[in-house]
């Protein structure tokens, strides 16, 4: 099954989406940090980056409206760049500290293209940080990041939302 570049989900922010950004700036120090969203829609969890001190934050998405939608909003911040990626294919301006994606673990189908994604986008040592609103997420995602070196763990956070943290190795 090829991804659809007229994916209609971008158009209203996603609930874990939503949730993570309010809870972001506690995970973890996010000043200097080079972060990639992937999946980014409305960009919120990005734009959360951001105003937490990451120097850098490349939105993406696997469709243009989404981005045009975030140039018109972030245009003059220089520290933000959005760039059109379909996960699997190449990443740009690689390698980044912190990948992050809000409510992207929707199709299963896509998860070997999303895992090749993050495994290119990180730094050794850098990790992924991905929102969902599902308590259980499929064990398959687990078992693909681990596949390529990643140590993996899962955490339900107030808002509710469950936290997969997926830590590339040294
Ligand atoms: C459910 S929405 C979540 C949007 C946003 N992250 C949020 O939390 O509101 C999924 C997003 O992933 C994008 N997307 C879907 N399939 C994709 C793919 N194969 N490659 C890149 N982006 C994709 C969609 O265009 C959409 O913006």
Redesign the pocket.
Known sequence: ME??AR?P??R???P???RMAEDLASLQEWRGLRVL?????????GQAALAAGASQVTF????EE?LDHLKIRLGSNSCARMVL????EPVPDCPYDVVV????L??PA?FD?LVHSIHQALKPGGEALLGDPRTELEPELGAMLRAQGFSVRTERRAGPYTLLRAQRAR
Do not use: F
């Not at 993406?60 to 469709?63: Q, R, V, W």
């Not at 990626?85 to 699997?88: I, K, L």
């Not at 994606?101 to 992207?104: H, N």
């Open positions: 991804p659809d994916d989900t971008w209203y922010p996603w874990a989406g939503v969203e992937l999946g980014c829609g409305q960009g919120l969890v993406t998405d696997i469709s989404p990626h379909a996960w699997g994606g809000g409510d992207i929707y199709r896509y293209r």
